[in-house]
């Protein structure tokens, strides 16, 4: 045989082993990107069960720092806050300063047939409250038209591969701009919005869809979904937590527009969205978001992290909440202005663990110039009941007012769905 003709063979032969090599390469990447989700599971059809021992550790733990929050872009999130803070200016304008929000329940889902019975059942049981689901195409119609003097919105949106993050991110971006209730659509209504105990305060003075006197002076209500301070680290593995508390964003309720604590929410977002992409290209970019990724870029985590930071730099350093956090955990250190150097004291999670009535920070209690719009916190049972931890609860507690049915947890995959 010819050297010409063992070069030739041996060409075809590589040749074959690399297209196949980069065919499978394509088909792997095709199926991670392109494969739906597993069926709808019904994973808390039996919320009655006792909860599972314990793995605890003898010191609470109230106090997490976020890796997205090592070297955050200051100047560019202060930037983008200022250009959400001009939209706010420019539509408060446009409706005589009010910020008032309409009574109106936000859903997402992909088109109506994706939306399920818990989702029908909540819109029928609060008919005084107007209703919107957003599809596809209205989200797209959202961030890309309302939101247009930020370009960075749409193009964050549009660049996320998969769904959970673009609704996690959507549901800030509505609820801070209309303000109104935002529920998932695997959220079960147990009792109506306006007969919730818990809510009671806001609805208290007679109104139309407008509330014109809304007490407390608060722009957001959030409830806690976890509280295991003391949590040890295989508990939380087998949780799937990243921390051993978090706030609710699978229900949220803003009684005002422009929320302050939605705002920094989304800020965070957008940057820390910015930060994970710049550490990761090539092929298999859209893979890069694991499950620690999205809950820290859109998921409950950034959205707690937020809300604490937000108050622990706009509370003054007698209020209780932060006193009470300095007390339960004298070694957290101090929240460190990056621009002005100056230190402050934090807030930590230490005010909320085993919250049994709801609690209410008003927006005058910031201090002057700092700007946090109020914030309610609702005991876990109010809507975080049915969970098998944190004392939370069944879906029958006398608090209760919604139950989260975990119609599908975006966190199971196809191996999990097959092989529990």
Request: aromatic residues 12%; charged residues 25%; hydrophobic residues 35%.
């Amino acid at each position: 045989m010819t050297p010409r003709r063992i070069i030739a063979q041996t060409s075809r032969r590589l040749f074959t082993r690399r297209g196949l090599f980069i065919t499978f390469i394509i088909f792997i990447w095709f199926l991670f990107h392109h494969l739906p989700a597993p069926p709808p599971t019904k994973n808390n059809t039996r919320a009655d069960r006792p909860p599972p021992v314990h793995q605890v550790e003898d010191k609470a733990r109230f106090l997490y720092r976020s890796s997205f929050r090592n070297n955050p872009a200051i100047q560019y999130e202060k930037r983008l806050s200022w250009a959400l803070e001009r939209i706010e200016k420019t539509v408060l304008a446009q409706n005589q300063q009010n910020n008032i929000a309409e009574h109106r329940i936000w859903q997402i889902a992909k088109d109506e047939k994706h939306r399920g019975e818990d989702s029908i059942i909540f819109q029928h049981k609060n008919k005084e409250w107007a209703y919107t689901l957003v599809n596809d195409n209205k989200a797209l119609e959202f961030v890309t038209n309302e939101l247009s003097a930020i370009s960075e919105i749409a193009t964050i949106y549009k660049s996320y591969p998969h769904n959970i993050l673009r609704a996690d991110f959507l549901r800030y971006l509505l609820v801070w701009y209309y303000g109104g209730f935002y529920a998932d659509i695997d959220v079960f209504p147990a009792r109506t919005i306006k007969t919730c105990p818990a809510l009671e305060p806001f609805f208290a003075s007679p109104s139309d869809k407008y509330t014109e006197h809304i007490h407390p002076n608060a722009s957001l209500v959030v409830g806690i979904e976890v509280d295991e301070p003391y949590a040890s680290p295989q508990f939380m593995r087998d949780w799937h937590w990243t921390r051993s508390y978090g706030l609710i964003q699978y229900t949220v309720y803003a009684p005002r527009r422009f929320s302050p604590l939605l705002r920094e929410t989304i800020v965070r977002v957008i940057a820390h969205t910015i930060q994970y992409n710049d550490g990761r290209t090539g092929f298999f970019h859209s893979l890069a978001y694991d499950e620690k990724a999205i809950l820290g870029i859109t998921g409950p985590d950034v959205f707690t992290d937020a809300i604490l930071e937000t108050l622990s730099s706009s509370l003054p350093e007698t209020h209780p909440f932060v006193e009470q956090s300095v007390h339960a955990d004298e070694d957290i250190g101090d929240l460190i202005d990056a621009e002005t150097g100056e230190v402050r004291k934090r807030v930590t999670w230490a005010p909320f663990h085993r919250l049994r009535d709801p609690v209410c920070i008003e927006a005058g209690e910031a201090v002057p110039g700092e700007s946090m719009g109020g914030l309610c916190v609702l005991p876990i049972s109010v809507w975080g009941n049915g969970q098998r931890h944190s004392e939370a609860g069944g879906f029958n507690h006398p608090n209760a007012c919604v139950n989260h049915r975990f119609g599908r947890t975006w966190k199971k995959g196809w191996w999990e769905y097959i092989f529990g």
